[in-house]
């Protein structure tokens, strides 16, 4: 018995020093935080969940040729955001966006084939941008405002409603849960102009960090998105969207939060 409690001690142990080294290094090889993302899957859920694992490993084997950012763009994927701080810089596929820019997304999602590829700058004076996620939108209908529909749920083995959240919302911003966020636009480069109401219930356009800079109609619609900030003509609208349930998938990069958070600590806000 006293040599059972001895192995169940040191096993506790090494488990606790194991989880706590992969959480505060920042490994630097893409293969290291895969093999991280698998030991979190394991430890926290069992051999149970096998099946999320096998999951984790085909959206791995599908994206792995989009280690290369060039591969991505040449394949249609087009920054539409700056770097999000806990999130990174995002690529979203053009077959999600029509070439007036309005939204063309729906309620079609396949795991191997994500709207969204997130990016990293590991060395921001010389940029080599670094995948580290895989993303999932679906919009936001009036059937499914209070939680993400069934197609959702069904990506991935496991799933609930609170794995995914809504984008855009107030919480991703400087801004109290008295402002509502209807929209947003998009612009060539990662520039994002808000569609907000504020706590007066006034219609206004956002985009941090100077606040809000002019008034729209309450349409989400291209149309409504500004083509000058502050007397400086912006780049070309790439997309104009209501609200839509995201979901990352931290596939080549460790998130001690795990592995379906919408934020990850380890992405460093001061990257770009």
Not at 196 to 204: L, M, R, T, Y
Request: proline share 9%.
């Amino acid at each position: 018995m006293r040599r059972l409690l001895q192995i169940s001690v040191l096993f506790f142990t090494t488990l606790f020093f194991i989880s706590c080294d992969s959480i505060t290094n920042s490994p630097k090889k893409s293969a290291e935080d895969v093999n991280t993302v698998e030991q979190h899957v394991t430890a926290a859920h069992l051999p149970q969940q096998a099946g999320l694992n096998k999951a984790l490993a085909e959206v791995r084997s599908a994206t792995a040729k989009y280690q290369n950012v060039e591969k991505a763009e040449s394949d249609g994927y087009v920054q539409f955001s700056i770097h999000v701080p806990g999130m990174g810089i995002h690529y979203l596929n053009d077959s999600a966006f029509n070439s007036d820019g309005t939204s063309n997304l729906d309620k079609n999602l396949n795991r191997e084939d994500p709207e969204i590829l997130v990016y990293v700058d590991d060395d921001p004076q010389s940029p080599q941008r670094r995948l580290v996620a895989a993303e999932y939108a679906v919009p936001v209908f009036p059937d499914n405002e209070e939680g993400p529909p069934a197609e959702a749920l069904d990506l991935f083995p496991g799933l609930d409603e609170h794995d995914w959240h809504v984008h855009p919302s107030s919480h991703e911003l400087p801004l109290d849960d008295s402002w509502t966020i209807h929209g947003e636009c998009h612009y060539e480069g990662g520039l994002g102009v808000f569609l907000a109401e504020d706590p007066n219930g006034d219609f206004v356009l956002w985009t941090p960090p100077t606040g809000a800079f002019g008034s729209w109609s309450g349409t989400v619609e291209p149309a409504q998105c500004p083509s000058s900030l502050g007397g400086n003509p912006l780049p070309p609208l790439l997309l104009a969207h209501g609200k839509w349930w995201t979901l990352h998938a931290w596939v080549w990069y460790d998130n001690p939060e795990g592995v379906f958070h919408p934020t990850n600590p380890r992405v460093n806000p001061g990257q770009n």
